[in-house]
């Protein structure tokens, strides 16, 4: 697959329900497929010191910390809190 008008291919795969898609088309045959906004990843660096702690995304997405967790998240900017007894969050 090549790219056309400076915009990157990608597989359907790689498309996340968080993705915001855009389909273009004829009757049942899809002409083209554009995300308009995409997702990322969240990955600790040092995971081992917060696992069995929290990890706050915005407002309502609380989780607790596991080993090796990856977090899917839809572009924008979020405030993330990670706590856990020994290491408490500092806010300034």
Partial sequence: MSAKNGKKPFLLAEVSASDEVTLRGYRKEVWSMEVTAGHG????????????????????????????????????????????????????
């Fill in 41 to 92: 990843f969240l990955f600790l660096k040092m995971p081992m010191l917060f696992v069995g702690g929290t990890i706050e995304i915005g407002n309502r997405d609380i989780r607790t910390v596991e080993k090796d967790m990856r977090i899917e998240l839809a572009a924008g900017v979020k405030r993330i809190i990670i706590s856990k007894r020994q290491y408490e969050p500092l806010f300034q």
